[in-house]
């Protein structure tokens, strides 16, 4: 038998597809999702605990800190990751068929999609209303209570659990 010689241009084309391939995509995707779920999930409790804590206490600054941080290293990064690859998925999906015109495309996109992207658009949202909480808090502003706070850090539960059955069941 004889083997054939791959040229420098094959592998190195190959090897593109491999690494930006849409199913490395799709698992880069669903990990920035856990981990931007797993800090919203997170940040209101420590809000809970900043709004029982005694205002300029250790407790209060740490977790200030914390939030700041959490915001910061977990829940940021990993919301552009989410969003970036997202994009980047739903770009192939419309690829598949790009002869066709633009209105058209976006008609033939399955109804349960558009229900998953309102639902993320308002997790996106929810993230921007808890960041901004944060800045009150840390300037001392204790505008809500702690039940609040911790009945707040439900919702981004309760929109995955939708979003994920939206997407796996594609109703």
């Known amino acids: 038998r004889a083997r054939t010689m791959r040229t420098s241009w094959e592998v190195g084309d ?4 491999h690494v930006i391939g849409y199913d490395l995509a799709r698992g880069l995707h669903i990990i920035a999702v ?14 809970a605990y900043i709004t029982s804590s005694q205002s300029g206490g250790e407790l209060e600054q740490t977790m200030l800190k914390a939030a700041k941080n959490l915001r910061a290293i977990i829940l940021t990064p990993s919301l552009i990751v989410a969003w970036a690859f997202g994009i980047f998925l739903f770009a192939t999906y419309l690829v598949s068929d790009w002869a066709r015109p633009f ?20 997790l996106s949202g929810y993230h921007g209303f ?33 979003v994920v059955l939206l997407a796996t069941l594609e109703p």
């Open 34 to 47: 856990i981990a931007w779920v797993a800090g919203l999930l997170m940040l209101p409790r420590f809000y």
């Open 130 to 162: 808890l960041s901004a909480e944060g800045r009150k808090l840390a300037a001392g502003q204790r505008r809500h209570s702690e039940r609040y706070w911790r009945l707040m850090s439900e919702i981004p539960f309760l929109v995955a659990i939708a």
């Open 14 to 17: 190959a090897l593109m597809q």
């Open 103 to 122: 209105p058209e495309l976006v008609a033939a996109v399955p109804h349960w999609f558009w229900g998953k992207l309102i639902l993320v658009l308002g």
